[in-house]
């Protein structure tokens, strides 16, 4: 994250009167990157998981290409939330 330590926070007009913009900023984009993370996590736990159900069944590499691909999509579902609304 650019500019972690300070930010443009700091310059914010309303900063004297809202003091916790600046966290409130950080605190979202934090929720954002935790949330791509988890969505990271569960497409490589489904990728490991149909890679380990391939193993001993003589498949061809397309087939379990195929069979990764497969349970990444059905394990991540991307859902955008916007906590401002």
Known sequence: MAGAGRGAGHRA???????TW????YLRAIYGQVA?????????TAAITAL???VGKGADTATVVAAV????RDAVV???VDINT
């Open 69 to 72: 691909q497969q349970a990444i």
């Open 78 to 80: 991307k859902v955008d």
């Open 52 to 54: 380990a159900g391939q």
């Open 36 to 44: 791509t993370l988890q969505r990271t996590v569960t497409a490589q």
């Open 22 to 25: 600046w966290a409130a900023s």
């Open 13 to 19: 007009p309303d900063r004297r009167t809202r003091p």
